[in-house]
């Protein structure tokens, strides 16, 4: 069996294959009331029906004034956490395990009318410039987080996945670049910068007993950021923290894009924490290609492979895979599926 389709045991949870759909932004909530829709049903749906393994749903804002914009998911209400229920059960029904991003957007809020960060530093000429958080502000955003968690506990999911990635509120409070407080969560040194991911994630342990992930950027793409060094102290953390996967993106602090963007191009990071963390370790980034997702586990380079775009182009994926990849053994949702990888 190719090591994309074997099962991984996390903690009570098995995957049935080492298959993860990212979590990605549909920014379709029209009715800017942060609740699912008939589409974002259908859409997880059919990703639960095509053998994915877990599926995350995208970014769920921890508060009405920490979503990106106003079309995104919330997760700070009961009608929000009914649907989710509902998702979360149809999900299992069709085989397949479910988690959820909570995310905070801080000073890349687009549409609240104001926006808080760790330090009154704009994103870029076209974003407005933040409030620095009061202490006060701190305490609300930990509140909010763990009453997230919550919710994701209500609504019976596998795993949640805590933002800290690509220039989101966490994200910024991990950088010198982006925090430039003098308090016990600033700048002066990581175990201050870390606070807050620290404190959210043992809020959550307190109301959440599901799978804990987290996901960062393991390079903002500027010297002068977090280091990889700096990150295996933080991983090093998280683990003592009981965190079990950290799924290893890059970039979005700064207005920037890396050099060259290629097949498993975030891969190496990943690779890099593998080595010196005990973590399960989660790989994403153009890894669409099942010789290439295949190889990076084969080669031990990460434990699990989480697919963003290869999934919007095709739910279907897992099975194209496992017929790229010869896999006799894959199951499709439906049996009838089959016919359609037929020669
Ligand atoms: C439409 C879209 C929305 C995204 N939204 C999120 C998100 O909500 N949270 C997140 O951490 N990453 C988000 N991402 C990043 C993806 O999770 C993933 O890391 C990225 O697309 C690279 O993986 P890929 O090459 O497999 O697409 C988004 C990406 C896309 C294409």
Redesign the pocket.
Known sequence: MAKLFEPIQLNRLTLKNRIVM??????AVHKEDGELTNFHDAHYASRAIGGVGLI?L??AAVSEEGR?TNQ?LGIYNDKQTVKLTKLVNTIHELGSKVGI?I?HAGRKAEDAPNSVAPSALAYSDAYRTPDALTETGIEKIITDFKSAAKRVETAGFDAI?I?A??G?LINQFLSPLTNKRTDTYGAQSLENRFRLLKEIIEQTKTVYTGNIWV?FSATDYDINSTTLEEYDQINHWLKELEVEVV?V?TG?LLPRKPDAIYPGY?TKFASHFKEHSDLLIST?????DPDLANYVLESGQADIV???????RNPNWAAAAAKALHDKQFKPFNPSYGRGFDE
Do not use: N, T
């Open positions: 990212a979590p990605m932004c549909m920014y995350f995208e970014a990106i995104d991003q995310a996945q933002h990635a690509h989101y996901r799924d993106s979005g975030q994403v980034g153009k890894l669409g989480s697919l963003g775009r290869p999934l919007l």
